[in-house]
């Protein structure tokens, strides 16, 4: 049976080192295979050039990369680009490239699937197959990376974690993809330009703001009355609002950075009054924003984009209690690229 070779991606520099010394070279090959690996995102050894071809060979002999595939790419009207991006055990996930005037935005996947069953989502109807790989979850960012380079000759400018998956169910892994992507001896990005959105899991947000993360906090809300908002996110049977609010105000003491609430209105869930003082109220408790977010249907028919009426209605209510808000226009609707869109329909989510 032949031995599976194992992704180098998955060593520390330490052990890449080690290796060097076990095979007669020097341990300072290590930091230059690690600068090719994550600086310069090298997809296999003969990148390497200045590593000789006898190393490389032997480095080949030894590991592999896993590399991610971008297998389908499809162009929207108004720029988007969404990836299909095939992994190496043939699963897919899906990322989104979204231009403005003046950011290029990667959302990446975390999980492939989700498991947390909010109902108003397609991607929650994709069962969890597995968490990504820190390595995986940075190859997203390279590829779109690469494709702002191409398609809109501007830089890579943000990066939301906010494709298929709970980012905090795959805790430590989303972790140390975001220190690959803002390491010097990586991709060299300001944290202060990622945010991490999650639907609220109270221990895990109270555990990043001990670990003091420098990044940016979105929570997916959409409701700021239990008995709503566990209809639509069974997670809040569990993790109800005044325990999410108590960890957002531990986040807020240990880390200084407020936090951003995703917010759908819906015609006839939380599109009145009554809903949108209950946001403002929840709002007043801890230092926030208030994102207002067009739904993108699922095909169902069960949840249907408020009218524009009610949504003003919000924003004259928040702005009356001094909270900053903004409405955000979907975009990459006509494939299936936006907010709660993502559910793998350009490939199938099995192996292949």
Known sequence: M??????????????????????????????????????????????MTNISLATREKLKAQFTFNHVLVDDMQRSEDGTIKNAV??????IVESVLIPTTTRITACISSQVGCSLDCNFCATARLKRMRNLNPDEIYDQVVAIKEQGDAYFERPLTNIVYMGMGEPLLNYQNVLDSIDKITSSKGLGMSPRRITLSTVGIPKMITRMADEEVKFNLAVSLHSAIDETRSKMMPINEKNNLDELLESLQHWYRKTGKSI???????????????????????????????????????DDGEFQQADPEKIEMYQKILEKKRIVVNVRRSRGKDIDAACGQLANKTTELTSS
């Open 260 to 298: 951003t609430f995703e917010y759908v209105i819906w015609k006839n869930i939380n599109d009145n009054e009554e809903h949108a003082n209950a946001l403002a109220r929840y709002c007043q408790q801890v230092p926030s924003k208030v994102n207002l977010i067009e739904y993108n249907p699922i």
């Open 2 to 47: 032949t031995e599976t070779k194992k992704d180098i991606r998955q060593l520390k520099v330490e052990e890449i080192a080690t290796f060097f010394v076990e095979n007669g070279d020097k341990a300072f090959r290590a930091k230059q295979v690690y600068e090719w690996i994550w600086k310069k995102s090298a997809k296999d050894f003969d990148q």
């Open 86 to 91: 095939k992994l190496h055990d043939g699963l």
